[in-house]
């Protein structure tokens, strides 16, 4: 495992626990619904039916395709009611990863890791994707995706201070970090609002952005 960040990329301008900035539950989705279903389209096409599917840092929804079911989907995140409101998840747990970034699961149990709009809170990347590919089976897939909306307060200094690309590249590194995983394929779709229209004042939807990658080993 390579230590891509230094101390002061791993920052974030409200250093409190996690866990008190989660601790009320929000029942709202974080990016619109041009991204939520770019990104179920993309679950559809890349998830197996019937597999295990690690959804991580997940709240109150999974925009999991709802005609494809799955074996098992384990959740995590920060905010019990939240992780109890969706109806995707079999079981789940609470967990701050950036204390303990060591997740209760067995080794090779996992077809599948999600991780949507969150992978800029993480402050130890390197130590997370080792636990990622560890939980993973041979074979198993990740998708990593993530627009440009963030807790800004939240998010380490590494991406906040980064542009739209550099956080792609940001993330395609976390992979590059951790033997065994094969090189990651981006999958990049900007607002689908014709120009004109942003011109005239109306706000483009939220850029998409997935990194995916496999474990080869």
Same mark, same amino acid.
């Given at each position: *495992?390579? *230590? =891509?960040?230094?101390?002061?990329?791993?920052?974030?301008?409200?250093?409190?626990?996690?866990? =008190?900035?989660?601790?009320?539950?929000?029942?709202?989705?974080?990016? &619109?619904? /041009?991204?939520?279903?770019?990104?179920?389209?993309?679950?559809? %096409?890349?998830?197996?039916?019937?597999?295990?599917?690690? &959804? *991580?840092?997940?709240?109150?929804?999974?925009?999991?395709? %709802?005609?494809?079911?799955?074996?098992?989907?384990?959740?995590? /995140? =920060?905010?019990?009611?939240?992780?109890?409101?969706?109806?995707?998840?079999?079981?789940? !747990?609470?967990?701050?990863?950036?204390?303990?970034?060591? !997740?209760?699961?067995?080794?090779?149990?996992?077809?599948?890791?999600?991780?949507?709009?969150?992978?800029?809170?993480?402050?130890?990347?390197?130590?997370?994707?080792?636990?990622?590919?560890? +939980?993973?089976?041979?074979?198993?897939?990740?998708?990593?995706?993530?627009?440009?909306?963030?807790?800004?307060?939240?998010?380490?200094?590494?991406?906040?201070?980064?542009?739209?690309?550099?956080?792609?590249?940001?993330?395609?590194?976390?992979?590059?970090?951790?033997? /065994?995983?094969?090189?990651?394929?981006?999958?990049?779709?900007?607002?689908?609002?014709?120009?004109?229209?942003? *011109?005239?004042?109306? /706000?483009?939807?939220?850029?998409?952005?997935? +990194?995916?990658?496999?474990?080869?080993?």
């Amino acid at each position: *495992m390579n *230590m =891509l960040l230094n101390p002061n990329q791993r920052e974030k301008l409200d250093p409190t626990d996690d866990k =008190l900035f989660y601790d009320q539950p929000r029942f709202v989705t974080h990016v &619109d619904t /041009g991204f939520i279903q770019q990104l179920t389209d993309l679950y559809r %096409d890349r998830l197996k039916p019937n597999s295990r599917i690690f &959804d *991580m840092m997940s709240s109150w929804v999974s925009h999991l395709p %709802d005609d494809v079911q799955f074996e098992h989907i384990e959740g995590h /995140g =920060l905010n019990a009611a939240e992780l109890a409101r969706n109806p995707r998840l079999n079981h789940y !747990f609470v967990q701050n990863l950036n204390l303990d970034p060591k !997740f209760p699961l067995p080794d090779q149990s996992f077809d599948a890791v999600l991780n949507t709009v969150s992978v800029q809170y993480v402050q130890y990347p390197e130590a997370i994707f080792t636990e990622i590919h560890r +939980v993973l089976k041979p074979g198993g897939i990740v998708i990593i995706s993530f627009s440009n909306r963030m807790f800004y307060q939240k998010a380490i200094a590494a991406w906040r201070d980064g542009s739209e690309r550099d956080r792609v590249e940001l993330v395609k590194n976390y992979f590059k970090a951790v033997p /065994g995983f094969s090189a990651p394929e981006v999958i990049i779709k900007q607002s689908q609002i014709p120009p004109v229209f942003q *011109m005239l004042g109306m /706000g483009g939807g939220d850029p998409f952005y997935a +990194v995916i990658a496999s474990r080869v080993e």
